[in-house]
């Protein structure tokens, strides 16, 4: 069975930091990223990263303040989050794909989806 937790969610306020982690079980994955969703709104691309490799990418929104990184080890993903912003207060989700090696911002590739933590940014 397929499980994605993810932890580190909270409150911060603007300009504090964060670090989400996203422990995964089940099963072997190519990728894994970060999404985010706002209540209404698609869910949108945050951050992504090849599970064999150290190819990453970034959504220009939070290209130079997040942080995406793994531990092959522990099977977990984390995302270090800096310079928060009051616009990043979402839902954020892990997302785990098993098809293609590659960091993609492409929600098509995902196929398997943590719970949701609650990221919430006070100005």
């Known amino acids: 069975q397929v499980q994605l937790v993810e932890s580190g969610g909270g409150l911060v306020q603007a300009g504090g930091s964060l670090r989400l982690s996203c422990a995964a079980s089940?099963?072997?994955?190519?990728?894994m990223g970060w999404f985010r969703q706002a209540p209404g709104k698609e869910r949108e691309f945050v951050a992504a990263?090849?599970?064999?490799?150290?190819?990453?990418s970034y959504a220009d929104s939070v290209k130079g303040r997040f942080t995406i990184s793994k531990d092959s080890a522990k099977s977990t993903l984390y995302l270090q989050m800096n310079s928060l912003k009051p616009d990043d207060t979402v839902v954020y989700y892990c997302?785990?794909?098993?098809?293609?090696?590659?960091?993609?911002?492409?929600?098509?590739?995902?196929?398997?989806w943590g719970q949701g933590t609650q990221v919430t940014v006070s100005s």
């Open positions: 089940g099963r072997a994955f190519t990728n």
């Open positions: 997302g785990a794909g098993t098809k293609y090696s590659v960091a993609s911002a492409s929600i098509r590739l995902y196929d398997y």
């Open positions: 990263v090849r599970w064999i490799g150290d190819t990453t």
